[in-house]
């Protein structure tokens, strides 16, 4: 028995010289170079991909399933670890739903995984080895150090098309709206919902007075946004902006449309589907980087509330 154990100490201290000296080479190379050393030192077999220089294998196929292409929407989950196998986060099936982007439309960070999951089909699992300007470059945000060469496992639970998605996103607000009643205590018609073609619901809470916003009018409002499950994502009061004035600001344009409907004083549940609101937005992987890259102005503020494709419930007093 003590020749076992030590027969076994043995060993791990010699595969623990292996790595040291293969990290020393790592250190001193390329990332081109220290993907390479990896892949020699595990016996992977992966394609690098020439323009990006990702590498990326397969480790579940799925001939028949969906290919994932641009403008689809794909449905993820992950594993980021660096190449000693440290994991660094993860969003797998325990955590929850699979994760949301669409594919071409720069909607995904680290960016190199946009190209990388148009080489997948639903249903499959791959792997990517992605160099630094494919990953992170010089971020330095908790576990993820600069230059990281970052591997990363995804599982593509599913693609999809928009308008499916568009689609789910209607039947989810009607949901809503019976859920809690929102027609079954109307006393007159005029008290019931509105369902505009874009998708946008309605619901005049208290009626107003005076003419309806024009354009290049000051138009104050209060307001709680919400999620579908009634999670609330953020307010304000005496928020003003001049009302379709044709300049660049940050007003959705579905909250615009809702307000335009409304007359002082009066008080609306105004529901908006994604596409009304912040569409795709983008998938930060892993999420803990996200107040990071706001700062480096690299994402807008606005990804830190709101997933991809989120229908948001507004409820807004206009005050003016």
Known sequence: MLVLVKRCIAIIVFGSLLIACRN??????????????????????????????IYYYADSLNPTGTQAATGRVAAIYYILSDLEGNIIASHQRVDGDS???K?????IYPIGIDGGISLMREGEIYNFILPPDQAYTDLSSGAINPNLIAHLQIHLTAVHDEPTLFA??????????????????????????????????????????GPLPSP???????YTGRFIDDTAFGSDTDFQWFFQSGEPRDILSGFEFGVSLMQTGEEALIMIPSSQGYQESALIIPD????DLVEDNIIPDYVLRIAPYQTLL???TRLD
């Open 288 to 291: 803990f980087i996200d107040a």
């Open 216 to 222: 290049g009018d000051t138009i104050i409002v209060d």
């Open 24 to 53: 020393d080479d790592i250190a001193t190379a390329t990332a081109d170079e220290q993907i390479q050393l990896w892949l020699d030192s595990t016996g992977v077999i992966a394609t690098r991909e020439e323009n990006s220089g």
């Open 103 to 107: 594919i071409g439309a720069s909607a």
């Open 99 to 101: 994760l949301l982007f």
């Open 314 to 316: 507004f409820e807004i």
């Open 168 to 209: 789910q996103e209607q039947m989810d607000i009607q949901q809503y709206i019976d859920d809690n009643f929102l027609d079954s205590l109307a006393i007159n018609p005029s008290d019931s919902t509105e369902h505009f073609p874009s998708g946008i619901a309605y619901k005049r809470r208290s009626v107003g007075v």
